[in-house]
């Protein structure tokens, strides 16, 4: 198994531009969620999914989209970029119940 | 869900346990208790959970107060690969996946 996989690794923009940050993971779980990680911060909750189509919105989710077509896929959609999304994003997946969460290993975003 | 208060650092001599405390004295009765860690530029890794009574794992012990208000993540022999930030959070099962992760704790094992 690969776990989660998110991809790129490292992206930089320009201000105004859109991208789509992907995430893949392969262990049939039916929650996702994305995370951000700015520089002396813990992790804030952007969006969630608790199974294909379902989604929701987390802490921090003004300028970002997501949709859940599949199981193994949650893309998180930057609209335009701002200065302000420049930050680590993490992907992570788990099944219902106790389990904890599988993170991936971040997208260094980089808005210039 | 409850907060948590964690220290901002704390140290630790490779080979010897490692005690990391965390606060959660609104915890509710259906809350768990769960622990991740990041090391340095790495996504988080889950390490262990409970609710009332002490678990272990692989990786460590937990060890929850008989109030539940406080618990204790002990890594029994720290190595110099145990160095990250130390994430306790306490969640509803079945409830919100809104997870809060505050600042965690700074373990640096020194050699």
């Known amino acids: 198994n690969a776990g989660v996989t998110q991809t790129p690794k490292f992206q930089v923009l320009k201000t105004g531009q859109s991208m789509t940050l992907q995430c893949a993971q392969d262990?049939?779980?039916?929650?996702m969620s994305w995370y951000r990680q700015d520089p002396g911060m813990g992790l804030r909750l952007i969006h969630y999914?608790?199974?294909?189509?379902?989604?929701d919105q987390g802490e921090v989710p003004n300028g970002y989209n997501v949709s859940r077509s599949t199981t193994e896929d949650f893309p998180l959609r930057l609209l335009s970029a701002a200065p302000s999304q420049t930050s680590v994003y993490f992907c992570?997946?788990?099944?219902?119940?106790?389990?904890?969460?599988?993170f991936g290993s971040g997208t260094r975003l980089t808005v210039v | 869900d409850a907060k948590t208060t964690q220290p901002p650092s704390m140290d630790c001599a490779e080979g010897r346990a490692a005690n990391l405390p965390c606060n959660h004295s609104?915890?509710?009765?259906?809350?768990?208790v769960y622990w991740y860690r990041q090391i340095h530029s790495q996504g988080p890794q889950y390490i262990i959970h409970?609710?009332?009574n002490n678990e272990t794992n692989e990786m460590a012990s937990l060890i929850i107060t008989e109030d539940r208000k406080s618990s204790t993540l002990i890594l029994p022999h720290a190595t110099l690969r145990d160095t990250a930030v130390y994430y306790c959070?306490?969640?509803?099962?079945?409830?919100?996946?809104?997870?809060?992760f505050g600042k965690g704790t700074k373990l640096t094992v020194n050699p």
């Open positions: 999914s608790v199974g294909a189509g379902i989604t």
């Open positions: 262990m049939n779980h039916e929650y």
């Open positions: 959070i306490v969640r509803v099962v079945g409830g919100s996946e809104k997870l809060v």
């Open positions: 992570a997946s788990r099944n219902p119940g106790r389990d904890g969460y599988t």
């Open positions: 609104t915890i509710s009765g259906n809350e768990y």
């Open positions: 409970g609710l009332k």
